[in-house]
Each structure stands twice: as structure tokens, then as C-alpha cells.
């Protein structure tokens, strides 16, 4: 049976994939923040371990890397847990470096710290990370610049992994935009209605994981079934 280890996977695109790969058979570790709506979230899916915590902090990593050693195997990782930083989005001169430092702790450094820590059972299984990845990594929107830099980062820290990791796949994921609650803090007080559920992206999602095609950048849009996949210079 495939274990696959979620990050934030209370709502938006983490839940909706927590969601499919239980569905199809797969033995999961998820977390987020908020326990309750964790729980909540992945209420009656079978062989799930939510463990509520904050990916920036190394004990509750421990824990999660603890969980993956009991299940004996992990076939994916994916980082998916980010922060948006501050709400409105502030202009670089204006950013604080305390809110920076954290949401490249969040979006940066857990996301290397947990590969460091699941090296071992992902090379086992010659298996696959799944960095989750935006278009405000390689797009200069005004105001996404705390963001988008430690996505970008996210981004070259993906390609270098894959250049090291010879037995694993290593995927930047840009899953688009997404009607969820990071989003509709990126615009606050818009109808962002018009944006897809997460759930439209869960397929592009599982094929980059059942077909593992070579490491790099994905965008959801290239991988929608039918489409030939291509690889995204990031
Ligand atoms: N939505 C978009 O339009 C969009 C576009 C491009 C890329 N993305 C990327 O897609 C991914 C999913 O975003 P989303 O829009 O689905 O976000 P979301 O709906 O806001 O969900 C974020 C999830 O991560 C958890 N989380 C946040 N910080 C965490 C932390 N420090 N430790 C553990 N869990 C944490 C949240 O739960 P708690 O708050 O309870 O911790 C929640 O489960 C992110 O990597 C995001 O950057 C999103």
C-alpha cells in the first residue's frame, strides 16, 4: 500500500488530495495548524494519521517523520502547507522582515527540512517530492514579493535536489489559481468566485504522481489529461 505524507491538508488543495489518494488506496500522514479542522476534514477517510502542528516548528516535524517510520514506507511527499504572509499584500519597501523570515521559514525551510528528515524512506522507495509551487515564482506581481521569493527559491531548491537526488523524483507543482482561503486573502474583500475549486487540479496532481515523468516544473494547466506533458523552465 503507497504512503504518501500531506502537509496542510485541512482545506483547500492539500484536503482535496488528502482526499483522492485515500480514495485510491493510499495510507496517509497529513497535517496542518488547527487540529480541530483537521479532524474535520478528513473525518471517515480510512488509514489516515492527522497530526495537528505548524510545519515550522521541529518537534511536530519529528512527529510527522515518527508517523512514516511506524507505516514502514514513504512512496511521496508533498509540501504543501505555505504561508501568504501579510494580508493586504505589502510592497517589498514596506515589508516587515520578521513576517519574511516567516513565511520563507514556512515556505522555504520546512518544506528542506522535512526532505532531510524523509531522505531515508523516500530513497528506499525511490520515491517522489512534490514541491507545491505558484506562478508568483517566476511572475513580478506588485505586492507578491515575500511570497513569490521563497516560492522561487522553492522552485531552484526543487531543481538542485533533482540534480542531487539521481533515485527520486523531484517536482515543482504550480497548481494555478484556486478558489481557497490563502487566495482570498491575496485579494481581500474581492469575489474570487470565478476562481477554480482545488479539487478541478487534483488530476494533474495524481498524474504527475502515477506517471513521474522527469524532475522539474510542472503547471497544473500543462498536465490536464490529454495534454502531452511538458516541463516548465522555471
Ligand atoms: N490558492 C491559489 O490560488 C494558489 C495558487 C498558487 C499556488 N498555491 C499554493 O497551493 C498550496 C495550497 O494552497 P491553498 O490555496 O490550498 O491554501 P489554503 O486553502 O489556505 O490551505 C492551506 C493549508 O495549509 C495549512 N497550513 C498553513 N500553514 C501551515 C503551517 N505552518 N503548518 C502546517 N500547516 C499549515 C492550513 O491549515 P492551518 O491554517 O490550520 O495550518 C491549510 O490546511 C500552497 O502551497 C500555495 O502556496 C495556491
Not at 482545506?11 to 474535520?40: C, I, K, M, P, Q
Not at 504543501?80 to 513576517?99: F, I, T
Request: proline share 7%; hydrophobic share 40%; charged share 20%.
Amino acid at each position: 500500500m503507497p504512503v504518501a505524507l500531506i502537509t496542510g491538508a485541512s482545506r483547500g488543495l492539500g484536503e482535496a488530495t488528502a482526499r483522492a489518494l485515500a480514495g485510491r488506496g493510499w495510507s496517509l500522514v497529513a497535517d496542518a495548524r488547527r487540529g480541530a479542522d483537521l479532524t474535520d476534514a478528513l473525518r471517515g477517510l480510512p488509514r489516515v494519521i492527522a497530526i495537528p502542528g505548524d510545519v515550522t516548528d521541529p518537534g511536530h516535524r519529528a512527529q510527522l517523520a515518527a508517523s512514516v517510520a511506524r507505516l514502514g514506507r514513504l512512496d511521496v511527499l508533498i509540501n504543501n502547507a505555505s504561508s501568504l504572509g501579510p494580508s493586504p499584500l505589502p510592497a517589498l519597501r514596506d515589508y516587515d522582515l520578521d513576517e519574511l523570515r516567516r513565511v520563507q521559514e514556512t515556505n522555504l525551510l520546512a518544506p528542506l527540512a522535512l526532505i532531510q528528515l524523509l531522505a531515508g524512506p523516500l530513497t528506499a522507495s525511490g520515491g517522489t517530492i512534490v514541491n507545491i509551487s505558484s506562478d508568483a515564482a517566476v511572475e513580478a506581481y506588485p505586492g507578491w514579493g515575500g511570497y513569490g521569493s521563497a516560492k522561487a527559491a522553492l522552485d531552484h531548491l526543487t531543481a538542485v535536489l533533482a540534480a542531487e537526488e539521481e533515485s527520486l523524483r523531484c517536482y515543482a507543482f504550480d497548481p494555478g489559481d484556486m478558489r481557497t482561503e490563502m487566495h482570498q486573502l491575496a485579494f481581500p474583500g474581492e469575489d474570487i468566485s470565478d476562481r477554480p475549486e482545488p479539487v478541478s487540479v487534483v488530476p494533474a496532481l495524481l498524474r504527475l504522481i502515477g506517471e513521474r515523468p522527469p524532475s522539474g516544473r510542472y503547471r497544473a494547466g500543462d498536465l490536464s489529461s490529454g495534454n502531452e506533458m511538458v516541463q516548465v523552465a522555471s
